[in-house]
């Protein structure tokens, strides 16, 4: 039979970080060779990293990048590799997948349809390349092919569709199949969010159907530049059958994806379809592929990925993962989360520890502390618990309107995991500040006449003793917004929103709520469960900023979070208008809530997300993880400046009072 050994390989790396770029890339080479790999896909733009943004425009990021290339070659002997670089062509800069075969490169093959959505900016630094066409480019002494290219690889046909390339309709590899392609390789950055890897299974494995092709699907890793994380999604599919797929959100460097493939089955499958070939011209490539023995291509989801929770698994793995490596990339010591004892804080604090227990799960304790030579307080500890009271500091910060639940609650948490606590009573520096303003302006302050400003001075005189602890052991101080207080801008600046990052800005609260307690009784891979995170399970949300005797209530002073994330979805991600929300919402409630109480919960949600859009732009970065993101710079878009919705809500309201529709009856009403 004619089989090949082929192999996606994931590299985790970190924009225009050239050493370590190109050593995770050698290194991912060398294994397959030693694995007797012939043909190995690595990711998208995986020389200089996916996120350089606009040093893209940079003639040194594109001469470095051959520079690191001219490097990578002289590791390719006795296989053919496929790695991603920017190149210039006439004065234009490309996405290019070199191809590169027995230390000579080969060619590069230029992405055709560039990601323009949400996250993706491609076409501010990248030109499409233009089917069909094939031009030269000159590289020292040497001239080599450039543009939609095909390579006949010792006599096998190898093309390319470049992430993007693979999601349009009229995808290159329509083209490729009428050439006659055997494989088809896809070198992508493509980012995580949330059942996303369903998505690519369908394009990789219909495509190898479509086309009759082997595909080869090969995706980053990590948290590359801030915000993106990618999952390292890894897959080989054959003839429409999906031969095998790698781990997602490993620790690891590099790791590969391999499977033995059929090129006799492959043209069987061309043999018998219908279609018209076209002539190609491929680039001869002389290369002689070793004979392989038959394996069995084992094909399986991990095991917790069919466990039913996948989108609780895909929130803890894929932020413990971007926790981790922003804080190796960082190189900071460790992180600062201010333990309120609410279910905000408490989240990030688990994250924080599931990123620690993950980590020394897949490498072990010795691979852990290699990640971080530089931190040396963690070189001797012998377990989790011990780095987790390394790297973790919390600081429970009380005033005079504190309770003991919340207290107990983020006490339980720190004593569970054994996180570094600290418990201090801030209630003096509230009182130095109100005296101080009381003194200046000449009258006392009260909470009849000065309600949000006496709340927002205890949040805020929370934040310098923070950061100081973070100061003060090098460490990121982690902001605890969530996306649901973000729409509305729930938050106090300066206070609660202080942090380098912002882990959970991207998940909303009521669905946050519902994770804390699966992780308290679930757990990661139904393993790793967090007893600590009962007391505060069994609180209701509160910012505790008002006297005790007020019971405070986070949904009475916005609106339930049910609704809330509810009207947000319609609202922003679906951009639908006041009534049309209006009517959505009758329809998701009906029953629960009365048409007053839907009516003023959409009018304050609009005006408050008018109002608030200054607070996004200053908000930490967050981490994406679906197309609810609200971060302005990566994803929403939205003026500081507006009209607010002042007509469309008048138009709400008309059509309330003159529908019908308002005598229906609800549980929950003004």
Known sequence: MNLIKVAAGVVNQTPLAWNTNKKNIIDCIEEAKNQDISLLCLPELCITGYGCEDMYFAQSTCDTALEILDDIVTHTSSIAVCVGLPIRVSNHVYNAACLIVNKQIRGFALKKNLANNGIHYETRWFQAWTVGERTEMRIGEFTYPVGDLIFDVGGVKVGFEICEDAWIANRPGRDLYALGCDVIMNPTASHFSFFKTQTRERLVQDGSRAFGVAYIYANLLGNESGRAIFDGDAMIAQAGEMLVSGTRFSYKDHYLTTAVIDIDKIRLEQLQNRLTFKASNPVQVLFDFPEIALVKNIYALEHWEANGHQKEEEFARAIALALLDYLRKSRSNGWVISLSGGADSSAITALCYLAIDMCVAELGLDGFKKKFPYIKKIQDCQNVKELSAALIINVYQGTQNSSTATRHSATSLAKDLNTTFYD???????????????????????????????????????SPSAWLLANLSNSLLLSTSNRSESSVGYATMDGDTSGSISPIAGIDKHWL????????????????????????????????LRPLEAKQIDEEDLMPYDLLNAIETAAIRDKKSPKDCLELMEMEFEGIYQREKLVLSIERFFKLFARNQWKRERYAPSFHVDDRNLDPRSWLRFPILSGGFEKELTEMKEYAESSGKGKRKGKIGF
């Open 424 to 462: 201090i009573d801030i209630n003096g520096l509230v009182e130095t500040y109100k005296g101080l303003i009381q003194g200046a302006i000449g009258r006392d302050l009260s909470w009849e006449t000065d309600d949000i400003a006496l709340q927002n001075i205890q949040a805020r005189v929370r």
């Open 513 to 544: 709520r519902h994770w804390l307690r699966w992780l308290e009784n679930v757990g990661v891979g139904k393993e790793v469960k967090i007893a600590g995170l009962n007391a505060m399970n069994n609180l209701q949300p509160t910012a505790e």
